[in-house]
């Protein structure tokens, strides 16, 4: 008897189908065949800036070929999905890949060796504002488009360096482009960054026990924690809300939010750390330290 292919929604993009080839070949070890359907999504052919075509833009065309059948399983990169859970759907994480921010430059140089007024393609105010608080002399430009675009337009000499996700850079087998990974103590990523949200209909059966071959508990806690800061924040994946959560070398979660300033001049941070199992908590603490802080003004303005 021949064992049902499932079908994948990915976006149509190297970065998408590829982290979707490496989540259906997991499947695949693990007993269940699949292979992958493209879905065109309004992100894909609209390039104003994400903060004017919205929250989950990437993420709304999979969900709705799901929910249609068209497919039996989507993926997203998790810090495109909105905060909110969607009951229609289960949802888990496989095993994380890196999730620091990297530069890629021209010439090799790292961020701290950019000269003075160095051109830096982003579109994200999270990196805009972090970038600003560590050199803010830099001149910064939007820069939407694939992992090629972007970095072509410091091949081309646009740009003197982009920022993009380090994970994105390797799992299309380009690490070692990145002239500078960036320590997260000193440049927060985005909530969720380098782990993959999949998501199957709930009545699925046969697609829900795929998920739960490939879910990966530890990531699941460090990105839940990170949507927390995120959520309780009530601010969306373009807001300049940063958070990173690790398991220490003593088992315990810490989770670390920040919220800062567009212009650089303020950068609010909160850490807190815990049992593992306590990820939803964890990001609750962090983000109140951070309202007490003042990130609600911040965000506001």
Known sequence: MTTPTLLIGTRGSLLATTQSGHVRDAMGERGFPAKLHIVTTHGDVNMAPVERIGVGVFTQALREALQAGECDIAVHSFKDLPTEPDPRFKLVVPVRADARDCLIARDGLTLSELPQGAKVG???????????????????????????????????????????????????????????????ADFLPAPAQG???????????????????????????????????LNRL?????????????VTGSGELEVTGAVAALDGTTVLRATVAGPVGQAAELGEKVAAQLIADGASTLLGA
């Open 122 to 184: 982003t579109g994200a105010p999270r990196r805009i504002s972090q970038l600003k608080a560590l050199r803010p002399d830099l001149e910064i430009l939007p820069l939407r488009g694939n992992i090629d675009t972007r970095m072509g337009k410091v091949t081309s000499g646009e740009l003197d360096a982009v920022v993009l996700a380090f994970a994105g850079l390797e799992r299309v087998g380009r690490g070692e482009q990145a002239t500078d990974v960036f320590d997260p």
């Open 195 to 229: 782990a993959l949200a999949i998501e199957c209909r709930v009545d699925d059966e046969r697609a829900c026990a795929a998920l739960d071959s490939i879910a990966d508990e530890t990531a699941f806690a460090e990105a839940q924690a990170e949507r927390v800061v």
């Open 234 to 246: 009530e601010a969306g994946c373009t807001a300049p809300v940063a958070a990173h959560s690790f």
